[in-house]
C-alpha cells in the first residue's frame, strides 16, 4: 500500500493533472486498502472492484489526452447505501432490500460519474438512516478506526469511517437529524449537511422526507467544496430542490474570516456534556476570534423540544414513506404466505428490524385521526418555533459555532436504550428541523485519542461561509491531518 490513499481529493488532482499519478495507481492503492483494513472497520456492503479499475482505465485516457473532466476526475469516492446505484444492490442496511438492484442512479449519483469520479463501492449504515452507531444495520456494525471497540456514529457509519480511514478519498452519507454530522465528529472528519433544497433527493431511498438532505464527508474543506459543487443544484427531477444559483466553493475559501460575526448558543452547553468536548469547543471558538471573527452570545430557546418534535415528526415520514415495502414492488417477500395481508405482514416482520418497527408504530400512531392534532400537529408547530429560534440569531451574526454532540464516540452496545441513543443528537435535530446548512469539522481529541467535532450552522444556502471557516480553522489547526493508526 502506497501513500497515496491518505491525500486529500484536490492534491490526487494535482498529481493527476501532472502526471505524478494516474486514477488507476490511486485506485489500486485504494483497493489495496480495502482489502487490508476493512475485515476490521467493516464500511463496506459492497466493493465494486472491476467497475472501479475500468473507470479509472478510462479517467487515465482521459489525462493521458488532456482532456479530464474536472477536478474530481479520477478520485476515488464510495457511497452511503441509501443512495441508489444503477446495476449496484442498494440495500439501505436492510434485508428488506438485500436483494434490491436498482434500475437507476440517484441524481447525485449521475453527476459524481458525469464529473469522472470513480466510485468504489456501497457503504454500511443504520438501517433506513435511524439510528446513531451503524449498530442497527441488519447487516453488521462499522467499527470506529480511531478505537474498534468503539461505534462510528450513525446513522452515515461506513461514509465516515471509510473516509477516517483512508478507504476512500470522498464519500455521500444523508443527514435526516445528525447523521453526516455526528458520525463526522465520531471519526474525525469534515461532514456536511447542505441546506434543504440544495441537493436533489431524486434517487435517496427516503426516510423522513421534509429533513433528509445527502452531503460530504471529506479530509478537508476544499475536498468538500469540491464535491458539494458536482452535487449542489436544482433538479429537475426533485420538485424540493431549490433553483438558486450555486456558487463557486473552492474560490471562497481562501478569503478569511475577518469581521465575521459568530454566535454561540448558551442552549447548546449543558448539563451533562463531556467536558473534554466543552473545552474542544471553547478552543475552537477562541482560535476563530483570533482568526478575526467577532463571537456574541446568541439564544435558541426552544432547543430542548426539537428532539421531541423530530421523533414525532421523522417517524410519521417513516411510516407513510415505509409502506411501500410489501413484498410486491421491492426486494424481499415472504413465502408460504396465506393470502395477501399475511403475505405483507410476513414480508414486513421479516424484513424490518427492531428500530424501524419502533418508529413505524410510532409514526402510524401519531398519524393516526384521534391523535394527528395531539402529536403531529403539535411538532409541527414547535418546528416552527425552531426555526424562528434561527430567524432571530441570524439577524444578528453569520454564522453559529456549537458542539456536534454532547460526547465522543461510545462503546459498541452500551446503549442500548433507544432513548440514549436518541439524545445523541440534540445539537444537530434543530439544524435539520430548520432545514439550515451545518458542517461538523475536527475539533480536536480526547486525552483517550478520540475526535471531538465542532459544529457550524449557517443561513440557508449559505454552505459557501461554512466551508470558508472551516477551511479558515483547518489553517491554524492540524487536528485535520491526524490518521488512525490501524494495523493489516
Ligand atoms: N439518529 C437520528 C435518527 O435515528 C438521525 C438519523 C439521520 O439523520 N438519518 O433518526
Not at 300 to 313: R, S
Amino acid at each position: 500500500m502506497g501513500v497515496l490513499a491518505s491525500l486529500t481529493a484536490h492534491e490526487l488532482g494535482r498529481r493527476f493533472r501532472r502526471g505524478e499519478a494516474t486514477p488507476t495507481q490511486v485506485v489500486t492503492d485504494y483497493l489495496a486498502r480495502i482489502e487490508a483494513l476493512d475485515p476490521q472497520v467493516r464500511s463496506f456492503l459492497t466493493v465494486t472492484r472491476e467497475d472501479a479499475l475500468r473507470c479509472a482505465g478510462e479517467a487515465d485516457a482521459r489525462f493521458r489526452e488532456g482532456r479530464p473532466r474536472g477536478p474530481l476526475d479520477g478520485v476515488p469516492i464510495a457511497l452511503k447505501d441509501v443512495l441508489c446505484t444503477r446495476g449496484i444492490p442498494s440495500t439501505c442496511g436492510s434485508r428488506i432490500l438485500e436483494r434490491f438492484v436498482p434500475p437507476y442512479d440517484a441524481t447525485v449519483v449521475a453527476r459524481l460519474y458525469a464529473a469522472g469520479a470513480v466510485l468504489l463501492g456501497k457503504l454500511n449504515m443504520d438501517e433506513f438512516a435511524m439510528g446513531s452507531s451503524t449498530e442497527h444495520s441488519a447487516f453488521f456494525t462499522t467499527h470506529n478506526p480511531w478505537d474498534l471497540a468503539r461505534v462510528p456514529g450513525g446513522s452515515s457509519g461506513g461514509a465516515a469511517a471509510a473516509v477516517a480511514a483512508d478507504m476512500a478519498a470522498l464519500t455521500l452519507g444523508t443527514d435526516t437529524g445528525g447523521s453526516i454530522r455526528q458520525p463526522a465528529a465520531f471519526s474525525g472528519v469534515l461532514g456536511m449537511k447542505p441546506t434543504y433544497g440544495r441537493v436533489s433527493r431524486y434517487g435517496l431511498i427516503a426516510f423522513a422526507s421534509s429533513l433528509d438532505q445527502i452531503g460530504p464527508f471529506a479530509k478537508d474543506a476544499e475536498d468538500a467544496a469540491l464535491m458539494l459543487q458536482v452535487i449542489a443544484g436544482v433538479d429537475p427531477m426533485d420538485s424540493t430542490s431549490v433553483d438558486v444559483p450555486v456558487p463557486d466553493y473552492r474560490a471562497t475559501l481562501g478569503q478569511g474570516i475577518e469581521g465575521l460575526r459568530l454566535g454561540v448558543p448558551a442552549e447548546y452547553f449543558i448539563d451533562g456534556m463531556d467536558p473534554e468536548v466543552e473545552r474542544a469547543v471553547r478552543t475552537g471558538i477562541a482560535t476563530l476570534e483570533r482568526l478575526g471573527a467577532h463571537t456574541e452570545p446568541v439564544s435558541l430557546p426552544h432547543t430542548e423540544y426539537g428532539l421531541a418534535a423530530y421523533y414525532v415528526i421523522a417517524p410519521a415520514e417513516a411510516s407513510s414513506n415505509l409502506a411501500r415495502y410489501d413484498g410486491v414492488k421491492y426486494g424481499l417477500r415472504a413465502s408460504a404466505a396465506r393470502d395477501l395481508i399475511d403475505m405483507y405482514s410476513k414480508t414486513r416482520a421479516a424484513g424490518f428490524g427492531t428500530e424501524v418497527k419502533r418508529r413505524i408504530m410510532l409514526g402510524t400512531y401519531a398519524l393516526s385521526a384521534g391523535y394527528y392534532d395531539a402529536y403531529y400537529g403539535q411538532a409541527q408547530k414547535v418546528r416552527t418555533l425552531v426555526r424562528r429560534d434561527f430567524e432571530q440569531a441570524f439577524q444578528r451574526v453569520d454564522l453559529i459555532v456549537a458542539p456536534t454532540t454532547p460526547g465522543v464516540a461510545f462503546k459498541m452496545g452500551e446503549k442500548e436504550d433507544p432513548i440514549q441513543m436518541y439524545l445523541n443528537d440534540i445539537f444537530t435535530i434543530p439544524v435539520n428541523l430548520a432545514g439550515l446548512p451545518g458542517v461538523s469539522i475536527p475539533g480536536g481529541f480526547t486525552q483517550t485519542g478520540l475526535p471531538i467535532g465542532l459544529q457550524l450552522i449557517g443561513r440557508a444556502f449559505d454552505e459557501a461561509t461554512l466551508l470558508r471557516v472551516a477551511h479558515a480553522h483547518e489553517q491554524a489547526t492540524t487536528w485535520h491531518t491526524r490518521k488512525p493508526q490501524l494495523a493489516s
